[in-house]
């Protein structure tokens, strides 16, 4: 059973950082694009970022030069680096994983079938 879990969110001032971890199990995901998406309350999950299966990193431009995705094959761990983090981040964050191998990365929810139950960032100023 696959399973993705996120961790690493939490309640920060304006200007701070978090690392959110995102690990999976029941399948390596190595030749796979993951992602991260976001969401806010009373609307759908947004793209924040995506890694592909051969390392390329996309960004939304809210993310650019703020956030670093990354990940980790060996231990099947996806990573999103946040810095200089504003009240417009506050979110639920969410990561999921494309399910097709070597695919290419997409922008879209509907792309990606394992999802997390996300984890909540606040960011107040």
């Known amino acids: 059973q696959v399973q993705l879990v996120e961790s690493g969110g939490g309640s920060v001032q304006v200007g701070d950082s978090l690392r959110l971890s995102c690990a999976a199990s029941?399948?390596?995901?190595?030749?796979?694009?993951m992602a991260w998406f976001r969401q806010y309350p009373g609307k759908e999950r947004e793209f924040v970022s995506a890694?592909?299966?051969?390392?390329?990193?996309y960004y939304a431009d809210a993310a650019k030069g703020r956030f670093t995705v990354s990940r980790d094959n060996g231990r099947n761990i996806l990573y999103l680096q946040m810095n200089s983090l504003k009240p417009d981040d506050t979110a639920v964050y969410y990561c999921?994983?494309?399910?097709?191998?070597?695919?290419?990365?997409?922008?879209?929810?509907?792309?990606?079938?394992?999802w997390g139950q996300g984890t909540q960032v606040t960011v107040s100023s």
């Open positions: 890694v592909s299966w051969s390392d390329t990193t």
């Open positions: 999921a994983a494309d399910a097709t191998e070597f695919s290419d990365v997409g922008r879209h929810a509907n792309q990606y079938i394992y």
């Open positions: 029941g399948r390596n995901f190595r030749r796979h694009a």
